[in-house]
């Protein structure tokens, strides 16, 4: 969807959650008006972005933005002060915008295994980020190198340093370690992606298990 397109859109569903009328087409109008009958709150609006423009539209219309820019702390920094900065000079509360991540994690007492475990969805997600020449920006110039020869299949996979710094892998309490690290940087919600859908049944239960019992008590 073209950017324009994709602004008028949550424009359009900003004002019908709030139980307003929406035009669309030549002459037609509608609106949710039995919203207010409830007397609920409105229906936040969440968008998931990568790219510096889908961020600059989330940060000015959406209630809840979420980074599909992998874990890498200096990544995550520029997109959090971009959205905030987006915010202050339209005139709104940086501070009022819920700021999040898609992370790819998983739990192993083996540093090795879990690396692993998480290589195979992290390589669906990469591909989300170069998809998009918007979306490309975003990667280092060595980042978007080693991805481009990867998707190419002109090199063996991701290096061990590049999944250090874009999934969070390893023992429990290393992931805590780097999930607060994130954290810190001022997200507020964080949504974790695990394992690819072809993973051992038996591993999938495991990380599972450590990372309910082990890893999210320490984030609490």
């Given at each position: 969807?073209?950017?324009r397109e994709f602004r008028s859109a949550?424009?359009?569903?900003?004002?019908?959650?709030?139980?307003?009328?929406?035009?669309?087409?030549?002459?037609?109008?509608?609106?949710?008006?039995?919203?207010?009958?409830?007397?609920?709150?409105?229906?936040?609006?969440s968008v998931s972005a990568t790219g510096?423009?889908?961020?600059?539209?989330?940060?000015?219309?959406?209630?809840?933005?979420?980074?599909?820019?992998?874990?890498?702390?200096?990544?995550?920094?520029?997109?959090?002060?971009?959205?905030?900065?987006?915010?202050?000079?339209?005139?709104?509360?940086?501070?009022?915008?819920?700021?999040?991540?898609?992370?790819?994690?998983?739990?192993?007492?083996?540093?090795?295994?879990?690396?692993?475990?998480?290589?195979?969805?992290?390589?669906?997600?990469?591909?989300?980020?170069?998809?998009?020449?918007?979306?490309?920006?975003?990667l280092a110039v060595e980042d978007d190198?080693?991805?481009?020869?990867?998707?190419?299949?002109?090199?063996?996979?991701?290096?061990?340093?590049?999944?250090?710094?874009?999934?969070?892998?390893?023992?429990?309490?290393?992931?805590?370690?780097?999930?607060?690290?994130?954290?810190?940087?001022?997200?507020?919600?964080?949504?974790?992606?695990?394992?690819?859908?072809?993973?051992?049944?038996?591993?999938?239960?495991?990380?599972?298990?450590?990372?309910?019992?082990?890893?999210?008590?320490?984030?609490?």
């Amino acid at each position: 969807m073209p950017l324009r397109e994709f602004r008028s859109a949550l424009d359009q569903i900003q004002a019908l959650l709030r139980g307003d009328s929406v035009s669309y087409g030549e002459s037609q109008t509608t609106r949710m008006g039995w919203l207010q009958s409830y007397g609920l709150p409105k229906v936040p609006v969440s968008v998931s972005a990568t790219g510096p423009k889908t961020i600059e539209i989330g940060a000015i219309v959406a209630d809840r933005l979420t980074f599909s820019l992998g874990a890498d702390i200096d990544r995550l920094r520029w997109a959090i002060d971009l959205a905030r900065t987006t915010r202050r000079s339209a005139g709104l509360d940086p501070d009022a915008l819920s700021i999040g991540a898609y992370v790819n994690a998983t739990v192993h007492p083996d540093a090795e295994r879990a690396r692993a475990l998480v290589r195979p969805r992290l390589n669906t997600y990469i591909r989300h980020w170069t998809m998009h020449a918007n979306a490309r920006q975003t990667l280092a110039v060595e980042d978007d190198a080693l991805v481009d020869r990867v998707k190419r299949r002109e090199a063996d996979g991701l290096t061990e340093e590049f999944l250090e710094r874009h999934a969070v892998a390893g023992p429990p309490e290393y992931v805590v370690d780097r999930l607060k690290a994130l954290l810190a940087l001022g997200l507020d919600h964080l949504i974790v992606v695990g394992y690819a859908g072809n993973v051992d049944p038996e591993a999938l239960a495991d990380g599972s298990q450590r990372f309910g019992a082990e890893v999210l008590p320490a984030l609490r």
